[in-house]
């Protein structure tokens, strides 16, 4: 690949997670009760514990950040710093908390 296809495919990773940033925090805030708190004990009662700490509120936020950060490409090595703990907890959730075939997916996808 060439250096011009590498940074599309850059451009291209960076806007999708972007969105799908955005869309995760935003969607927290606009429709609280549509929250998916997960099909398994493990995952339920991890989502619940999130939500009654008020924890999961902030992580909602600085997705909504780092969303925005991501889109308009400024301070990206901070950026990079915020979203590695929150992919982190993704994975862990989507691989281990609620493991089928649609969350290995969705987890593999966060990496």
Do not use: C
Not at 24 to 32: D, S
Not at 44 to 58: P, Q
């Amino acid at each position: 690949m060439g250096k011009q296809a590498n940074k599309g495919l850059y451009h291209f990773v960076r806007l999708i997670t972007a969105v799908w940033f955005l869309y995760a925090g935003l969607n927290f805030f606009l429709y609280p009760d549509n929250q998916r708190l997960g099909l398994v004990p493990a995952s339920h009662d991890f989502t619940v514990a999130l939500i009654s700490s008020g924890l999961f509120t902030w992580v909602k936020a600085i997705e909504v950040v780092l969303g925005i950060t991501l889109l308009v490409h400024r301070f990206m090595p901070l950026t990079i710093l915020g979203l590695v703990p929150i992919n982190f907890v993704v994975v862990y959730y989507n691989w281990v908390l609620e493991p089928h075939t649609g969350t290995y997916i969705a987890g593999g996808l966060t990496l």
